[in-house]
């Protein structure tokens, strides 16, 4: 007697269905890896703008301070049109400008001051003599930069710049 036990087809192909939803499923993780990746690096790259923004302003207040420290060791008293020379359009301006243009795309800068003198907290006389003079300058700058394809970026600081010297 021959007794033929027929072999369960019901199985058959179902390895191959299982390799294929974890190639997918595998496939989904890699693209979202890459979109983190791809993520990652844009919020990078606009992180060092902002910096770079940041370290450019205070550069240009550095200069600014500088220029009033070494106003006060010299006899005679402070220029009130001091500072016109970093604000948008002066000499010491330009080269700054041209310092974003290289750091930042599409770059454009506004530096505003407003400076007040003040001799024993009066307005000056011409030519004073024997009084304390103040100066206070209000330093507004402000950067704007634009990544292709993106809105527009802008960094904006103020600063209050003084110094008083007896004339």
Same mark, same amino acid.
């Given at each position: ?13 179902? =390895? =191959?269905?299982?390799?294929?939803? %974890?190639? &997918? ?16 690096? !844009? =919020? ?5 703008? !902002? $910096? ?8 240009h207040l550095a200069m600014m301070w500088a220029d009033v420290a070494s106003a006060t060791n010299v006899a005679g ?10 604000? %948008? ?9 041209? $310092? ?7 770059? $454009? ?7 007040? &003198? !003040? ?16 100066? !206070? ?18 960094? $904006? ?8 010297? =007896?004339?």
């Amino acid at each position: 007697m021959n007794i033929l036990t027929p072999t369960p087809r019901k199985q058959h192909g179902s =390895m =191959m269905l299982e390799a294929l939803i %974890s190639i &997918l499923i595998f496939s989904i993780g890699i693209l979202a890896i890459i979109g983190l990746q791809a993520a990652s690096i !844009r =919020m990078s790259s606009d992180a060092k703008f !902002r $910096s770079d923004a940041g370290m450019l302003a205070n550069q240009h207040l550095a200069m600014m301070w500088a220029d009033v420290a070494s106003a006060t060791n010299v006899a005679g008293a402070f220029d009130p049109i001091e500072f016109t020379s970093y604000a %948008s359009g002066g000499t010491n301006f330009t080269p700054w400008l041209n $310092s974003i243009a290289a750091a930042l795309p599409n770059a $454009s800068a506004t530096v505003a001051t407003d400076t007040i &003198l !003040r001799c024993d907290n009066n307005p000056c006389p011409v030519g004073p003599t024997g009084v304390l003079q103040t100066t !206070r300058t209000d330093v507004t700058i402000t950067i704007n930069w634009q990544l292709p394809g993106e809105g527009a970026h802008t960094y $904006s600081t103020s600063a209050l710049i003084s110094a008083q010297k =007896m004339l």
